[in-house]
């Protein structure tokens, strides 16, 4: 298993209607996902995920390897960008690493 960091963002809705949370996988290129609470967002990611993976599975591309919080912190910092907001959540994700293995088929 590979674990997978998770970064999610808490919004409050204009006119008091709550909370929306948005989730990326900075190690997967245009993984996000959404949700009006933790467990939403955190099921959709993983979601998102496992679908992004059966995608460049399909297309015969590599599963990105993960990397720790400090190696994307350190990524981000060279950009001159921050990863993390003042009210950023940090959560990982463990993937079975058989993705990495599944070639297409000729």
Do not use: W
């Amino acid at each position: 298993m590979e674990t997978y960091i998770i970064i999610i963002e808490p919004y409050n809705l204009p006119q008091g209607n709550g909370m929306l949370y948005g989730a990326f996988v900075p190690d997967v290129l245009g993984c996000t996902a959404t949700g009006k609470s933790l467990s939403e967002v955190l099921e959709r990611i993983r979601r998102a995920l496992v679908a992004a993976f059966h995608t460049l599975q399909t297309a015969g591309r590599q599963i990105p390897q993960a990397h720790s919080l400090e190696e994307h912190k350190e990524l981000f910092r060279c950009s001159g960008n921050a990863l993390l907001g003042t009210n950023s959540i940090v959560a990982m994700i463990d993937v079975q690493v058989s993705y990495r293995r599944i070639a297409r088929a000729a």
